[in-house]
């Protein structure tokens, strides 16, 4: 089974930087895709970028392309997020999520295409 936990989130300035992790404490077989979403207040849960099981594939929403980094590393079961130039619009609730699939080198944007949530990690960007 796959538990999955964010952290790292916090109050940062605007212009500021942050790096999320999500760490998978249960068991899986092989490496899967995962993603990262994002929800402010009253919003919808919105992507924000995904990396495929074997980490040759990354794709971002729009708003943070340039700014935001999505890896990983599979020998410690852990995905990150590595987040600059923070703006107060990225100010959400961020969750980490996995697919358990067996393409390799595929990412995906869906929220309902992943199997596995997280908890969520707070960011506040302050101006």
């Known amino acids: 089974q796959v538990q999955l936990a964010e952290s790292g989130g916090g109050v940062v300035q605007a212009g500021g930087s942050l790096r999320l992790s999500c760490a998978n404490s249960g068991r899986t077989v092989g490496t899967y895709a995962m993603g990262w979403f994002r929800q402010a207040p009253g919003e919808d849960r919105d992507f924000v970028a995904a990396i495929s099981g074997d980490a040759t594939v990354t794709y971002y929403t729009d708003s943070v392309k340039g700014r935001f980094t999505i890896s990983r590393d599979n020998a410690k079961n852990s995905l990150y997020l590595q987040m600059n130039s923070l703006n107060s619009e990225d100010t959400a609730g961020y969750y980490c999520?996995?697919?358990?699939?067996?393409?390799?080198?595929?990412?995906?944007?869906?929220?309902?295409?992943?199997?596995?949530w997280g908890q969520g990690t707070q960011v506040t960007v302050s101006s």
């Open positions: 999520a996995l697919r358990t699939d067996i393409c390799a080198g595929c990412v995906y944007s869906v929220e309902t295409d992943y199997n596995y």
